[in-house]
Each structure stands twice: as structure tokens, then as C-alpha cells.
Nanobody
Framework: QVHVVESGGGLVQTGASLRLSCAAS????????FGWFRRVPGKERDFVAS??????TSYADSVKGRFTISRDGAKYTYLEMESLKPEDTATYYC????????????????????WGQGTQVTVSS
């Protein structure tokens, strides 16, 4: 079992930057991928970014060039968010996979087996 905890959310103004952190504990694996998703009330959870065990990254079109995902070994991942917009307001969830991801990186909810509880990011206009 893997326990995932996000941190770093908050209230910021348009154009500001924010860094989300995610810590995984328990039966973690260095070959797992990490991902970030976000959800606004009434909508589905959307993919934001992911990173494979080898550092391959993938981003949603809406955040390309503004968000950067990184990882530190098997237990930590970060999401650097710049030039934030009001439409980035959401609850952000960190997730990690049960399976190994080396040659590519996942981007679908079903590919992730462990999820955090989420951290709220609010961008005011």
C-alpha cells in the first residue's frame, strides 16, 4: 500500500507562481510514475502532468509552458506552476502508479493506483 499526501496549495493572484509538493510513503517503487490531476466542482478530474521513472514528462495543453513536473526518487514529486490563471483554480491531486513506467508516462486516471486527498489552488483575478 502507498500513501500519498499533497501540500502547497493556496490562494494567489493571477500571474503568480505556486509549487505543489507530493510525498509518497509505504510500498513505493522507483519505477513508478507520478501524476498530477485537477478537478473543479461538477466536472471530471482532468490530467495536468505526469513523469515516468526515467524522467519522461507529459503535460495537458492548457498548462504547457507554464507548469513543470519533477520528481525526487521514488517518494517525491513537485508541480511548479507559473503564470497562474483563474481557470487554474481547482483541487489538485497527486497520484502514483502501481505499475512500472520507464519508456513512456501515463496520462489517464485508470493508470494510477494511489491517490492523495487533494490540495486546493485558488487563483484570483
Amino acid at each position: 500500500q502507498v500513501h500519498v499526501v499533497e501540500s502547497g496549495g493556496g490562494l494567489v493572484q493571477t500571474g503568480a507562481s505556486l509549487r505543489l509538493s507530493c510525498a509518497a510513503s509505504g510500498d513505493t517503487s522507483s519505477s513508478s510514475a507520478f501524476g498530477w490531476f485537477r478537478r473543479v466542482p461538477g466536472k471530471e478530474r482532468d490530467f495536468v502532468a505526469s513523469i515516468s521513472s526515467t524522467g519522461i514528462t507529459s503535460y495537458a495543453d492548457s498548462v504547457k509552458g507554464r507548469f513543470t513536473i519533477s520528481r525526487d526518487g521514488a517518494k517525491y514529486t513537485y508541480l511548479e506552476m507559473e503564470s497562474l490563471k483563474p481557470e487554474d483554480t481547482a483541487t489538485y491531486y497527486c497520484a502514483t502508479t502501481r505499475d512500472s513506467w520507464r519508456r513512456n508516462t501515463p496520462s489517464h486516471i485508470v493508470q494510477f493506483g494511489y491517490w492523495g486527498q487533494g490540495t486546493q489552488v485558488t487563483v484570483s483575478s
